[in-house]
Structure formats: structure tokens, C-alpha cells
């Protein structure tokens, strides 16, 4: 089954702890991207990879960090949480190349940072 | 920069009404244009995906129309059920070269009352 998984669903922690949330697509996507998403905000894209190696800020990136060395994974670091980072987060994968292929998003993960 | 309106932000109707949800968009340089669905503390399922030369986009009782040039899009849902209660987003996908990024509204909750 096409699918993008992340892990873990939901994660409590506290400042300063460092955490990274898994993102995997099986689809040979080439285009995998991190969202947050906070009420009255909508979603808001945080980086973004378009192939092996190449990553790119997105509108929200900072407190956050990515990489991408292999084409399946995109995991998000979080190197000293803060609360702000509170929210709910999602991995979206897609087909790139300046396609109109539409992009599936992973179930997201909800993280409280206390 | 592109930006996305969904009016109107919340919405109940009785069990059985047609509705429409509306989205508006200022750039009008798009690859595509996606409706979503969320439900609470949910992911986000893709409903409709319309391409820019398109003008309209149907599933079952869903159906969607976009107006490039007006930067205007509508989700039409027929006889509308308490199972289609939920959040619905719409994104566009720019056409600006190295991103791929989705540009979301703020969403439309919908409430459909038995």
C-alpha cells in the first residue's frame, strides 16, 4: 500500500530535549516535505527536499532541522524544543519534477513540548 | 506570495442540504489546485485534485470547480450527510521554480446536523 508513515504519533516532552520525528514514503517520491499545522495559523511549510542531498527552507523553519540521505526518509529534528514548537506536524511526500501529480500526506504527529 | 481564502471558516446545515465551500487564491500561476478532508486530530485525505486546465473535477457526491483566472475555487457536496463532517482545506501548487510547496487556506469546518 502507497503510504507515508511517521513516528512517533504523539510525543510529550520537555525543553531543551532533543527529538527527532521519523517521516518514510514507499513510493520512490522524490519531493518530501515537513508541515506544521496550529489553530488560526492552518498549515505552514517548515523545509522541503527535492531529491537526495537537497534540502530547502521553507516559510517556518526555525528551531528545526532535516535531511535527507536516503530518498525514502526525511526525518525532523528538533534540537532544543521550545514550547512555540507545539503543534501538529505532518509529512507530505510527492512525485516532483514539476509535476501536477497530487502529494499524500503522512497521519501526523502531535508533539507538546512543556 | 501566494495566499488562500476559504470562506466561509464554519459551516452547519441539516442533514440532506446541497452546500458549497469556496476558496479563493491571489496568484493565479498554478500547477493545480487540491481539496482535502480532516478529521479531528486526523491526517488529511486528498478528495479532489483539479489541474490548471481543467475546469471542474468530480467524486460521488463531491464536486469541484476552478477559476483560474478569477483565482476562485468551489467544493459542491450534494445531499450532504453527518458523515462528511469535518474540516475541509484547500491548497494550490505554485508553479515557482524549485518549490513544490502547497499553499493551504485555513479550512472550512463543516458541521452536518442529523
Known amino acids: 500500500e502507497a503510504q507515508v508513515t511517521q513516528n512517533p504519533r504523539y510525543l510529550i516532552t520537555v525543553t531543551g530535549k532533543k527529538l527527532t520525528v521519523t517521516c518514510s514514503q514507499n513510493m520512490n517520491h522524490e519531493y518530501m516535505s515537513w508541515y506544521r499545522q496550529d489553530p488560526g495559523l492552518g498549515l505552514r511549510q517548515i523545509y522541503y527536499s527535492m531529491n537526495v542531498e537537497v534540502t530547502d527552507k521553507g516559510d517556518v523553519p526555525e528551531g528545526y532541522k532535516v535531511s535527507r540521505k536516503e530518498k525514502r526518509n526525511f526525518p525532523l529534528i528538533l534540537e532544543s524544543p521550545s514550547p512555540n514548537q507545539t503543534s501538529l506536524y505532518f509529512c507530505?511526500?510527492?512525485?516532483?519534477?514539476?509535476?501536477?501529480?497530487?502529494?499524500?500526506f503522512g497521519p501526523g504527529t502531535r508533539l507538546t513540548v512543556l | 506570495k501566494q495566499e488562500v481564502t476559504q470562506i466561509p471558516a464554519a459551516l452547519s446545515v441539516p442533514e440532506g442540504e446541497n452546500l458549497v465551500l469556496n476558496c479563493s487564491f491571489t496568484d493565479s500561476a498554478i500547477y493545480n489546485l487540491q481539496w482535502f478532508r480532516q478529521d479531528p486530530g486526523k491526517g488529511l485525505t486528498s478528495l479532489l485534485l483539479?489541474?490548471?486546465?481543467?475546469r471542474e473535477q468530480t467524486s460521488g457526491r463531491l464536486n469541484a470547480s476552478l477559476d483560474k483566472s478569477s483565482g476562485r475555487s468551489t467544493l459542491y457536496i450534494a445531499a450532504s450527510q453527518p458523515g462528511d463532517s469535518a474540516t475541509y482545506l484547500c491548497a494550490v501548487r505554485g508553479t515557482q521554480g524549485g518549490s513544490e510547496k502547497l499553499v493551504f487556506g485555513k479550512g472550512t469546518k463543516l458541521t452536518v446536523n442529523p
Open positions: 507530505a511526500s510527492g512525485p516532483g519534477g514539476g509535476g501536477t501529480d497530487t502529494q499524500y
Open positions: 483539479i489541474q490548471s486546465s481543467q
